[in-house]
């Protein structure tokens, strides 16, 4: 807290706010005084000026179109650790050491296996379910399994409950693909690494053994890498408002992954995916410009745009060359990329979209990726999910070890009907 203040002054009186500076980025107005000196709210719809917390955990600055996790830029992040380092980075606040990231990776690679009766709950869903339909519900019914790592008051409690979720993720993502394909789920495999486990638990088969592809593996690290965390976006602050309750971690990370599923959120890279194959041709691509200009026309170009971003996401960047790597390992020649490339090109040098700073974001190359992979596209939002689970948790554990964490609890501005008497239905 610095001695710096906001003067407010209205025709009811003036009044002096402090003003909290961060390591980095924009101060604060702390207004948390406000409405019980002045009787009134602040009005923020969609929270576009309006910082909900202090956190430690991750920087954006949308402007200059860079992200940092506890202060390292995510493309080298991307380029040199591993999930597990960014895991234990997230949740701990340090790269590990050398024993820490050890002792880390063996704590999560026990925890990667469901309790047996789980997949009995997942014969309870229609076979083509959607793969988030059954995340939801499977990391929600998680509660009901793990009963000794419900207790948020105790912080060995929350510890446990953060290296389950992190490590039973992968193995609820690819059990929900096994169910759809109707193939037997697959047991974990902790010889291998996390990401190669999950692809193992996923395209492998009892039947044979499965190697792993090291590029496969390297874009696959990448790709939840570039998903961990991303500060306090719509999921996370989900997570956080329903763990300002009390509510479990269970339930919070279920609420996460529901809010995760919405096409301006995680959906966006099944959707963005879609309209690059609905486009099908570069030839057609002025149509969809336009369509996405037109104001009375409620197309998007998916995978484009961002609250936050006003220039390139620094992910998109590492995901586009990842794509271009993936397809020539597999000797894949995708005109869907062809397109991709193409649409970004034209839009990169279209005033509507220069004006408005519209950027491809993380959605707009990833789903390219996950098709050559072998991934349908209903999994893209799942595999969304599975890396941003590290980054809720460990929002969720700093809320909850934050001396000033309340109930979220926000007000509105009321514009219904006044006080007005009840009229008997035959009366109406
Ligand atoms: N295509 C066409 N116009 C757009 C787009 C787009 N993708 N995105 C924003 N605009 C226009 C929008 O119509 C508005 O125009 P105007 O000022 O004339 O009304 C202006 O740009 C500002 O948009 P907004 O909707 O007020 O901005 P927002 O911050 O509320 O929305 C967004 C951000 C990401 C929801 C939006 O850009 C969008 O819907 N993008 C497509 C969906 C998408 O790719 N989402 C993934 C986001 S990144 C990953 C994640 O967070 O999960």
């Not at 410009?289 to 996401?313: C, E, Q, S, T, W």
């Not at 993380?362 to 969304?384: K, Q």
């Amino acid at each position: 807290m610095t001695d710096k203040t906001m003067a407010m002054t209205s025709s009811e009186g003036n009044w002096d706010y402090p003003l909290i500076p961060g390591s980095v980025g924009p101060e604060v107005v702390d207004i948390r005084k406000f409405y019980g000196q002045t009787g009134m709210f602040t009005y923020d719809p969609g929270f576009t000026s309006t910082a909900s917390c202090q956190s430690a955990i991750t920087y954006i600055d949308g402007e200059k179109g860079i992200l940092l996790h506890r202060g390292y830029p995510i493309d080298q992040l991307a380029e040199n650790s591993t999930f597990m380092e960014v895991s234990y980075l997230l949740v701990h606040g340090e790269l590990p050491k050398a024993k820490e990231l050890d002792q880390f990776t063996y704590t999560i690679s026990r925890h990667t296996m469901l309790h047996e009766q789980l997949s009995t709950f997942y014969r309870g869903f229609r076979r083509d379910a959607h793969p988030m339909a059954i995340m939801c519900g499977v990391v929600g019914a998680l509660s009901a399994f793990y009963h000794d790592s419900t207790d948020i008051t105790d912080p060995e409690q929350r510890m446990i409950a953060t290296h389950r979720l992190i490590a039973k993720m992968p193995t609820i993502a690819a059990m929900a693909y096994k169910y759809s394909v109707g193939q037997p789920f697959m047991y974990p495999d902790n010889s291998v690494s996390y990401t190669g486990n999950f692809l193992r638990m996923t395209f492998g088969v009892p039947a044979e053994a499965y190697e792993v592809n090291p590029v496969i593996e390297r874009a696959m690290r990448r790709i939840f890498i570039l998903h961990a965390d991303h500060e306090q976006n719509a999921s996370t602050s989900t997570v956080r408002l329903a763990g300002s309750s009390g509510a479990n971690p269970f339930a919070c990370i279920a609420a996460g992954i529901a809010c995760l599923w919405g096409p301006a959120h995680g959906g966006a890279n099944e959707a963005a995916l879609n309209m690059l194959r609905e486009i099908a041709r570069p030839e057609n691509i002025p149509e969809y410009i336009a369509r996405a200009k037109d104001k009375d026309d409620p197309f998007r170009l998916m995978g484009f745009g961002h609250r936050v971003y006003k220039n390139y996401d620094p992910r998109a960047k590492v995901m586009q060359q990842t794509a271009e790597e993936v397809l020539k390992e597999l000797g894949i020649s995708d005109p869907v990329l062809d397109t991709a490339r193409e649409l970004e090109q034209i839009a990169l040098k279209d005033d509507y979209f220069i004006e408005k700073k519209l950027y491809p974001n993380v959605d707009f190359y990833s789903g390219v990726i996950l098709n050559a992979i072998g991934f349908p596209t209903e999994m893209f939002t799942a595999l969304f999910a599975l890396a941003r689970t590290v980054g809720w948790v460990a929002q969720w554990n700093e809320m909850i070890s934050d001396p000033e964490q309340k109930i979220g609890r926000p007000r509105q501005l009321y514009v219904g009907a006044t006080q007005r008497d009840y009229v008997e239905v035959g009366e109406r």
